[in-house]
């Protein structure tokens, strides 16, 4: 059981019975939970993927909650979520799909520009001003769409140095756009206007990346990765040190924090499963110049402070 660093035990969940899940998101209530199964080729036109609803709890309400092949209902492979309001947009293949979160009724069915001689969206992610962005991890490209203009498709930015942008989350501070790399494990981030900065890159002498697939952002602005094949999370502090928070993981996909009740979502791709676990509350009080260790995350018990001159330990 994950533990917080006040000690208390942490909310933890595990759902089973997935196939193939890609993403993992909650509503702003944290109340509700929804995770996309690709069950399949994730680039076959098969019909047969699905969204699964949780709740609060973990506990699965629904597991095909909103499924392809029933009537009214076309999903291939599923992957990135966002949810917009009472809308849950999905990245199905070539087109962005909205449902109604209460209900799974089909609302809009988006169509997308090519930019190369296929799209396949990667994720989705939501901005304010009712702006969403999805990624197209094989074309190296990513889709703006303007929800409040009949869901207008125009591209933010297609550059090869994106080097297969994968998961996408908007800063909470900056309202810029945050994209991970598939392929050279790269954090890139995207001004709304399109301009490309390579926030974090792996060098000759540092290869702290593999196959990012995930990011998202807690409450104060701290930056969680997921690393698919190296089974690794890591977390970028604000002023921009490295801890890995969870490794040994069975092919973590695209992660999302729940900010109201600072946890961690994780769907396990390979492992058919997906995962709630609490995070700590960073503290404000260690200097910034003193390494945090195992104790700030809740994994080990916090050391006994050092006795202050003439007191007696009991």
Do not use: C
Not at 124 to 153: E, F, G, K, M
């Amino acid at each position: 059981m994950v533990t917080q660093a006040s000690g208390q035990p942490a909310r933890a969940a595990q759902i089973t019975g997935l196939e193939s899940p890609n993403s993992f998101i909650g509503d702003a209530a944290g109340k509700e939970y929804f995770i996309s199964s690709v069950n399949g080729d994730p680039e076959a036109r098969d019909n047969n993927g699905f969204i699964t609803k949780v709740d609060a709890e973990g506990k699965i309400l629904n597991l095909k909650f909103i499924q392809g092949g029933i009537v009214d209902v076309m999903l291939h492979a599923p992957k990135g979520l966002a949810l917009v309001g009472q809308t849950l947009y999905v990245a199905d293949l070539d087109q962005l799909k909205g449902f109604d979160k209460a209900t799974g009724k089909a609302l809009v069915v988006v169509s997308f520009p090519q930019a190369s001689a296929t799209v396949s969206l990667t994720d989705v992610t939501a901005a304010p001003n009712h702006v969403l962005y999805a990624s197209d991890q094989h074309a190296n490209t990513i889709y703006r769409i303007d929800t409040a203009a009949n869901h207008r498709v125009s591209i933010l930015i297609h550059d090869d140095r994106l080097a297969g942008p994968s998961g996408v989350a908007v800063h909470p501070k900056t309202g810029h756009l945050i994209a991970v790399s598939w392929e050279k494990g790269a954090i890139l981030e995207i001004t709304p206007e399109g301009q490309l900065t390579e926030l974090v890159s792996n060098g000759f002498f540092s290869n702290r990346f593999q196959n990012l697939s995930g990011v998202d952002f807690d409450r104060w602005g701290n930056m969680y990765v997921s690393d698919f094949s190296r089974g690794k999370i890591w977390r970028m502090t604000r002023d921009n040190r490295f801890q890995v928070i969870a490794e040994y993981l069975p092919s973590p996909g695209d992660i999302s924090i729940d900010r109201l009740n600072n946890l961690i979502l994780v769907p396990y791709h390979y492992a058919h499963t997906a995962e709630i676990n609490g995070l700590e509350a960073p503290s404000d009080g260690k200097p910034k110049g003193e390494k945090r260790t195992l104790a700030d995350y809740g994994f080990v018990p916090p050391p006994p402070k050092p006795t202050t001159e003439g007191s007696t330990k009991k």
